[in-house]
């Protein structure tokens, strides 16, 4: 299973960027599909996630500013606005395996940067 993780980049602080995931190789339907991510020095977090029957949760950092969203080529989409300087993180898409329990498929992250 390859993810494609694309989309980063630099922005100022209240600009937007859209992320997308490639997950059209897969060869499943999946349970669990989410963005994460991590700045330096701290640990991973989830930002946003899509459970099977489009259940949609997020981080509380980013209700309000980030939408998560999937097409039918499960191409999985991030669209983040009112970027934060704290928004700063490497990014990365992943899906869960419905073969193994706890294990996850990665994209490589794509780096996001906000400045003041």
């Known amino acids: 299973v390859q993810l494609q993780a694309s989309g980063g980049g630099a922005v100022q602080a209240g600009g937007s960027l859209r992320l997308s995931c490639d997950a059209s190789s897969l060869l499943f339907s999946p349970n669990f599909m989410g963005w994460y991510r991590q700045a330096p020095g701290k640990e991973r977090e989830l930002v946003a996630s899509?459970?099977?029957?489009?259940?949609m949760n997020y981080a509380e950092f980013a209700k309000g500013r980030f939408t998560i969203s999937v097409d039918v080529k499960n191409k999985m989409h991030l669209q983040m606005n009112s970027l934060k300087p704290e928004d700063t993180a490497v990014y990365y898409c992943a899906v869960q395996d419905p073969f193994e329990k706890g294990h996850y498929y990665w994209g490589r992250g794509t780096q996001v940067t906000v400045s003041s």
């Open positions: 899509v459970t099977r029957g489009d259940i």
